[in-house]
């Protein structure tokens, strides 16, 4: 929570989590509902968080990267090739792409900063959750 408060972003007087911490959020709940019709409203929901961020342009993968695990990254892969983004694009194939390309950008930069090595062995791995009961970022 400390890490969420630090990043706060405040709109007149209401403190929001920072977009980095959005995704991973958004991320925890498309890995647990992602067969249901909330799993695509969070895929959906991904894919917004990843154009603002590259819009915005002050977007730090470091941020979240620490909060990943394999399985989150895993996920968040899946998202450009997922029918979701054709569907936001109502079908038209040009406006797909671009917003595909757009995540796809969010999704380097966060790849750029994750540990190349085996986690489970690194002395210096970054936290990531143990396991499917145990996500907090």
Do not use: W
């Not at 991320?27 to 915005?56: N, P, T």
């Not at 797909?96 to 757009?102: F, P, S, T, V, Y």
Request: charged share 25%.
């Amino acid at each position: 929570f400390d890490q969420v408060a630090a990043h706060a972003v405040s709109y007149d007087e209401v403190h929001v989590a920072a977009l980095e911490h959005l995704l991973v959020l958004k991320l925890e709940a498309y890995r647990d509902r992602r067969a249901s019709a909330k799993g695509e409203k969070d895929a959906r929901d991904i894919v917004q968080i990843a154009m603002v961020a590259k819009d915005g342009g002050n977007f730090a993968p470091a941020l979240c990267a620490s909060y990943l695990t394999d399985e989150h990254v895993a996920l968040l892969h899946g998202i450009p090739r997922s029918s979701v983004i054709t569907g936001m694009a109502n079908g038209n194939a040009m406006v797909a792409k671009k917003i595909r390309d757009g995540v796809k950008s969010v999704i380097d930069s966060i790849d750029a900063v994750l540990p190349k090595e085996d986690l489970a062995k690194s002395p210096v791995a970054v936290p990531r959750a143990k396991d499917d009961n145990d996500f907090s970022p």
